[in-house]
Nanobody, 118 residues
Framework: QVRLVESGGGLVQPGGSLRLSCDGS????????MGWYRQAPGKQRELVAT???????NYTDSVKGRFTISRYNAKNAVYLQMNSLKPEDTAVYYC????????????WGQGTQVTVSS
């Protein structure tokens, strides 16, 4: 079964850090670009960060300077280091490969919940 598995979420205080992991070993190929998305309650899912196989990264403005995306190509794994977390970062975080016209390549995994609260 093709699926992505996210892990590493949890409850953290504002200003804290978390490191998310995405296990892509169950997908049939390693796409050039992978990304992390998040969906907050009542909001649409948004693309937060992307990384190419060569290491080129892009971030949405709200996380620039605080989040760092990385990947380990040999294991088709993607990571998201999140520092200086804010309550507005609270969301379910998912990994996937961005597709054309704002789509995505793989079925969505179960995601991992990140809650930033004091």
């Amino acid at each position: 079964q093709v699926r992505l598995v996210e892990s590493g979420g949890g409850l953290v205080q504002p200003g804290g850090s978390l490191r998310l992991s995405c296990d892509g070993s169950r997908v049939p190929f390693s796409p050039n670009e992978m990304g992390w998305y998040r969906q907050a309650p009542g909001k649409q899912r948004e693309l937060v960060a992307t990384i190419t196989r060569g290491g080129t990264t892009n971030y949405t403005d709200s996380v620039k300077g605080r989040f760092t995306i990385s990947r380990y190509n040999a294991k088709n794994a993607v990571y998201l280091q999140m520092n200086s977390l804010k309550p507005e970062d609270t969301a379910v975080y998912y990994c996937n490969a961005p597709g054309p016209f704002g789509g995505h390549v793989y079925p969505w995994g179960q995601g991992t919940q990140v809650t930033v609260s004091s």
